[in-house]
Structures are given as structure tokens and as C-alpha cells.
């Protein structure tokens, strides 16, 4: 049975700034992935806040709002069968130590903070998500 999804999938400022964009969008491709929307914006400190609401009450919210708006961001509409489920899978664990060989996070990832992409978690959040940077 088929289950097409969309989510967001944020390519972090540690990955932009070291030019790993392509490279990352590439195995999103390979993995099947339909890129339907995508565009490289920087959003300020106040739109993070916004951007990471659901975390306002964790410790490392004000480190996370800081560090997205840190420098230039891609943000990506995903699609495909079961994608929320199947990004969180190919990004692997937050802390890229811990993440499965294979992973973005593992590849990619300098640390928990710096860990390269965002996935947005539920159907729910990736719509909220999704609005969040491509109202139209």
C-alpha cells in the first residue's frame, strides 16, 4: 500500500558552509527521495525561535536557535513512500557518534550541534514545518 508523505529536510549551516549541499541532496536521490521544493535561505535568530518552538522548554534550545541561525540554511520538501520515517532512518541518530554507519549524521556530522540536517519528526510537524518556510 502506498503512503506518500512529504517532510522538511533542513542541510545545516556546518554542512553549507563546508560545501556538502550536492553531495547531500545527491543521496536523498539516491535513496529515492523526490525533491519537490528547495532553496537556500538565512533566517534570523527570532525565526529559529519560531522554527524550533516545540524545543523551548529543552536545555540546548537557545544553542540550537543560535546555531540555525548561524549562517546560510537549504531547505528541502521531501517526498516519498513513508518519508518522515524513511529521512529519520537515512539521517541517523543526533549525536553523529552514535548514528549508523551510512548515516547523513554519520558522514556528515561534526557533533550533536553540528549535525549536518533536520528532518522534520511527524506528519504533523512536517506540515507545520513545511508552511514554516514555503507558504505560499
Do not use: W
Not at 48 to 77: R, T
Amino acid at each position: 500500500m502506498s503512503n506518500i508523505q512529504q517532510t522538511l529536510s533542513i542541510i545545516k549551516p556546518d554542512a553549507v558552509e563546508r560545501n556538502l549541499s550536492e553531495e547531500i541532496k545527491n543521496e536523498f536521490r539516491n535513496n529515492n527521495f523526490d525533491i519537490l521544493k528547495e532553496k537556500k535561505v538565512k533566517i534570523s535568530k527570532s525565526e529559529a525561535e519560531k522554527f524550533y518552538q516545540v524545543h523551548q522548554s529543552k536545555p540546548f534550545y537557545n544553542d540550537l536557535c543560535e546555531y540555525l541561525s548561524s549562517g546560510p540554511i537549504v531547505v528541502m520538501v521531501l517526498e516519498k513512500n513513508d518519508a518522515i520515517l524513511e529521512n529519520r532512518k537515512l539521517m541517523g541518530a543526533t549525536d553523529p557518534i552514535k548514528a549508523e554507519e551510512g548515516t547523513l549524521r554519520k558522514k556528515y556530522g561534526i557533533s550533536i550541534d553540528k549535525n549536518s540536517v533536520h528532518g522534520s519528526d511527524s506528519l504533523d510537524n512536517a506540515k507545520i514545518e513545511i508552511d514554516f518556510f514555503f507558504k505560499d
